[in-house]
């Protein structure tokens, strides 16, 4: 197996894993069961559906922006924003991260024996032109995503969250070559997007470029479903 291969099993892995610990399963989870012998009501049982803010809809594919540009180059780091698609309900972009030097899985927040704090990893920021933000919180689901299947798996309602919320959609890699996926909710306000990131672990402390918010924001009212 590759490393890209391997990568993505290691994530599916993990993310399988997590929604069993929230009791999230096709069979009956350990949090049903436990429920079930204390003789309280059982929490719901199988996958959530998606909420509008967690991704972009299955029915469209979207209406790309041009948005290709170098977000921070230093002597043995690079990253730039790759493809930007608008869809009704946010957009998507890329990262693309090239490096001298390798980085283990671990440095990238992956593994069991990944780094941790604020310092570890690629952190992400989208700013919108209204001074709405949101942090990325790493590899894997976001923790807005995270929130909203564990209250669904207890029976709530989970609400709708304040935006924007930021997420790595996929992406994987290894050795000197990264690349990630990002959706972002919603469709952001006329004006610039500022993309932030910083990687002090890698010498980054902030890098900034600036996406046109007004350009994604007419895509995305633009895509539609592929049946209509």
């Known amino acids: ?104 899985p671990d440095k990238m927040g992956f593994g069991a024996h990944r780094e941790h704090g604020d310092d570890a990893g690629l952190q992400v920021t989208i700013r919108f032109s209204d001074g709405r933000d949101s942090r990325g919180d790493g590899p894997g689901p976001n923790r807005a995503v995270m929130d909203y299947y564990r209250e669904w798996s207890e029976g709530k309602d989970p609400p709708e969250p304040v935006g924007p919320v930021i997420g790595q959609q996929g992406g994987g890699g290894g050795g000197h070559r990264w690349d990630f996926d990002y959706f972002i909710w919603p469709l952001p306000p006329d004006g610039p997007v500022a993309i932030t990131c910083r990687w002090p672990g890698r010498g980054l402390q902030t890098a900034s470029k600036e996406l046109n918010g007004t350009a994604i924001r007419a895509a995305g009212l633009k895509s539609k479903s592929v049946w209509d």
């Not at 199988?46 to 979207?62: A, C, F």
């Not at 921070?72 to 698609?85: G, H």
């Open 1 to 104: 197996m590759d490393r890209i291969g391997s990568l993505r099993w290691r994530l599916r892995s993990w993310w399988y894993a997590t929604l069993h610990l929230l009791g999230i399963n096709r069979s009956p989870s350990v949090t049903y069961l436990r429920a079930t012998r204390k003789g309280k009501p059982p929490v719901r049982d199988g996958p959530p559906p998606q909420p509008r803010w967690g991704g972009p809809p299955d029915d469209e594919v979207g209406v790309a922006v041009g948005a290709r540009m170098v977000l921070a180059s230093q002597p043995r780091l690079f990253i730039a924003v790759t493809d930007c698609v608008a869809y009704s309900n946010g957009f998507t972009f890329g990262l693309a991260v090239r490096s001298k030097d390798e980085i283990p």
